[in-house]
Nanobody, 122 residues
């Protein structure tokens, strides 16, 4: 079983930055691809970014490239999402997810955290 716990969400002004963390309780964390998804009110959950188990390959949604950066620390069983130049439309609940292979749709992931709220507003 894989347990995931996100943290780092909160209220930030437009143009600001946040770094989300997701700690995994699992053996062989480096065996799992990790991803971030988000879900805004009234919208479907959407892919944000993913990383391979080693961290050597990373992927981001085209619309977020250059602003959102995924990384991982396999010694700490943690994946991060650095979010820069935040916009009000980035307001959503952000989820981390784990799977044995990288995917870009939520159905590709077997394990999910409970999510952390990010609100971008004045």
């Amino acid at each position: 079983q894989v347990q995931l716990a996100e943290s780092g969400g909160g209220l930030v002004q437009p143009g600001g930055s946040l770094r989300l963390s997701c700690v995994a309780s699992v053996r062989a964390f480096r065996s799992y691809a990790m991803a971030w998804f988000r879900q805004a009110p009234g919208k479907e959950r959407e892919f944000v970014a993913a990383t391979s188990g080693s961290g050597s390959s990373t992927y981001s949604a085209d619309s977020l490239k250059g602003r959102f950066i995924i990384s991982r620390d396999n010694d700490k069983d943690t994946v991060y999402l650095q979010m820069n130049s935040l916009k009000p439309e980035d307001t959503a609940v952000y989820y981390c997810a784990a799977a044995l292979r990288v995917g870009f749709s939520d159905y590709a992931y077997d394990y999910w955290g409970q999510g952390t709220q990010v609100t971008v507003s004045l």
